[in-house]
């Protein structure tokens, strides 16, 4: 699948590597930076991903940053993003299979590497449950009411 990625500098030293990652599992990568380990801005990337994801340009996104968290909270003011954090493998799972998301946000500087893409791979694999549609529309309802936007299955 096309998949977007994007670090912050906290991120940066692993990025190449994910994205090598993304690639051996066959999948396509844009790479949204960022380029060096100078001091940058998250949300300049969420952005960039999610803009991607919401368009449907890309299928999936993967943020890192120091903590997932600014990258999560970013790219979910995105419309049509459901960005889920995840600190282990169970809640890898759970952000594909519970909620649909569609962006997993890491934090580089509370895991290795070889966790990050044991993650991201779980991720990608995971087939989100129907049963839990219900409360995923009702997240769409709450967006739709803040924003002109289009939604996108
Ligand atoms: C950068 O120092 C750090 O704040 C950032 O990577 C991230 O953890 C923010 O949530």
């Known amino acids: 699948m096309k998949i977007s990625l994007g670090t912050d500098h906290a991120g940066f030293a692993i990025k190449g590597k994910v ?10 990568v844009t790479d949204y930076g960022t ?7 998250y949300p300049d990337f969420a952005y960039k991903v999610a803009l991607d994801v919401s368009e449907n340009k890309s ?5 890192i940053c ?7 909270i970013a790219a979910n003011k995105v419309p049509n993003i459901r960005a889920g954090i995840c600190w282990n493998k169970e809640t890898a799972q759970l952000i594909a299979m519970h909620n ?3 962006i ?8 290795s590497l070889e966790e990050i893409c044991e993650r991201i791979k779980i991720f990608l694999e995971t087939k989100f449950e129907e049963r839990h549609s219900k409360r995923i529309n009702k997240i769409t309802e709450i967006e739709q009411k803040y924003c002109n936007c289009k939604s996108i299955k």
């Open 19 to 28: 994205s090598d990652f993304l690639k051996s599992l066959g999948h396509e």
């Open 35 to 41: 380029n060096s380990s100078e001091s940058c801005d």
């Open 59 to 63: 299928q999936k996104g993967v943020l």
């Open 66 to 72: 120091g903590t997932g968290i600014g990258m999560v």
């Open 100 to 102: 649909n998301a569609n």
């Open 104 to 111: 997993i946000c890491l934090g580089a500087r509370f895991a």
